[in-house]
T-cell receptor, first 114, second 118 residues
């Protein structure tokens, strides 16, 4: 089946720098995308989402960009802090699919150096 | 915001025994609940989807007789790992979704349950 993948499995950044985490998706029918943050031993925590009728959405210190032409999703974290260290997953959802299930990407581990 | 809890947060059981994990939506009615499994340094893999009052729909490769799912009420779903083996050791995460058209229609994740089978 189709799946969501990530370009970078690990990312190390200096505190205060901006972080960019990328994700490639393959299901052109997906119409909703979510970024999750998962800290060790915890469940996924919602960060930000975007629907396919948008190409950019901003939250507090985070921005998600969607490029449907190349099926690419990115998460930008501004002024990265040590507390941002975690594994980040993108997930896609196709409301036309069964139950509206989420399909998770492989994850990128973000390490923030003080 | 919507809160989903899981119990226990961690459990150790002996090989061959069964263990039950509970998933509860604390402040909303979850018409659909999902169970995921996550092995170390890997992504979440959907195991099954359950709608309240209906039989669960299992993903390909997931044994329904081994992973029993019950969604008897709008706030509780249980996952029972029967005849557990060491390879079942994993992090099990549930998520819950409210009725279409409500504020809780998105998936909300529980904190996960760490299962270790010895």
């Amino acid at each position: 089946g189709e799946s969501v993948g990530l370009h970078l499995p690990t990312l190390s950044v200096q505190e205060g720098d901006n972080s960019i985490i990328n994700c490639a998706y393959s299901n052109s029918a997906s119409d909703y995308f979510i970024w999750y943050k998962q800290e060790s031993g915890k469940g996924p925590q919602f960060i930000i989402d975007i629907r396919s009728n948008m190409d950019k959405r901003q939250g507090q210190r985070v921005t998600v960009l969607l490029n449907k032409t190349v099926k690419h999703l990115s998460l930008q974290i501004a002024a990265t802090q040590p507390g941002d260290s975690a594994v980040y997953f993108c997930a896609e959802n196709w409301y036309g699919g069964s139950q509206g299930n989420l399909i998770f990407g492989k994850g990128t581990k973000l390490s923030v150096k003080p | 915001g919507a809160v989903v809890s899981q119990h226990p947060s961690w459990v150790i059981c002996k090989s061959g025994t069964s263990v039950k994990i509970e998933c509860r939506s604390l402040d909303f009615q979850a018409t659909t609940m999902f169970w995921y499994r996550q092995f170390p340094k890997q992504s979440l893999m959907l195991m099954a989807t359950s709608n309240e009052g209906s039989k669960a729909t299992y993903e390909q490769g997931v044994e329904k007789d081994k992973f029993l799912i019950n969604h008897a009420s709008l706030t509780l779903s249980t996952l029972t790992v029967t005849s557990a083996h060491p390879e079942d050791s994993s992090f099990y995460i549930c998520s819950a979704k409210g009725r279409p058209g409500t504020l809780n229609y998105e998936q909300y994740f529980g904190p996960g349950t760490r299962l270790t089978v010895t």
